[in-house]
């Protein structure tokens, strides 16, 4: 009599091997999706440090300038980006928050560049006369559902 495998017993060793192997490969498309969701959630909280970073270069420069330091900071709904000196007063014009990538990788507003994804919008409130609140919200969409992204300081009149 020969010794080996039946029929029967190859198919259920080929099925447990089957199942194995789409749970290996589930695992591998969380991995991926997960990456994709944490970068795009580190470039929201760069893009949102970068606009409180911002507001308080304008802080700090009217101090250098001698002048207050809140000149140019107040209430309401701003965009700013790198190139610019003071924040820009938000007009409702759709589309103004949203933020461009350029070949130089830097992100700005407005521009012929492509649409990066992301938007931007800062939002300034004077708590008293010597603290300002400063609110950035990023927004991007990820596989159709809106991801958002907020990050919030408080700026003092300390000198």
Do not use: C
Not at 71 to 94: A, E, Q
């Amino acid at each position: 009599m020969k010794k080996g495998f039946s029929l029967v017993e190859i198919i259920i060793i080929l099925f447990i091997i089957s199942i194995g192997l789409l749970g290996v490969l589930s695992l591998i498309i969380q991995n991926i999706q997960s990456q994709g969701y944490n970068k795009n959630n580190l470039v929201a909280y760069q893009l949102a440090q970068e606009g409180v970073e911002l507001i308080r270069m304008v802080r700090d420069s009217n101090w250098r300038r001698g002048i207050d330091y809140d000149f140019g900071l107040t209430n309401g709904i701003f965009f700013m980006d790198y190139k610019d000196d003071l924040p820009h007063l938000s007009s409702g014009v759709t589309g103004e928050f949203i933020l461009h990538q350029g070949p130089d990788g830097f992100y700005y507003h407005g521009g012929t560049a492509t649409s990066s994804g992301f938007s931007r919008q800062i939002t300034l409130k004077r708590e008293n006369a010597n603290t300002l609140k400063v609110v950035v919200n990023v927004s991007w969409q990820e596989r159709g559902r809106d991801s958002y992204y907020d990050l919030q300081t408080i700026l003092y009149n300390w000198k």
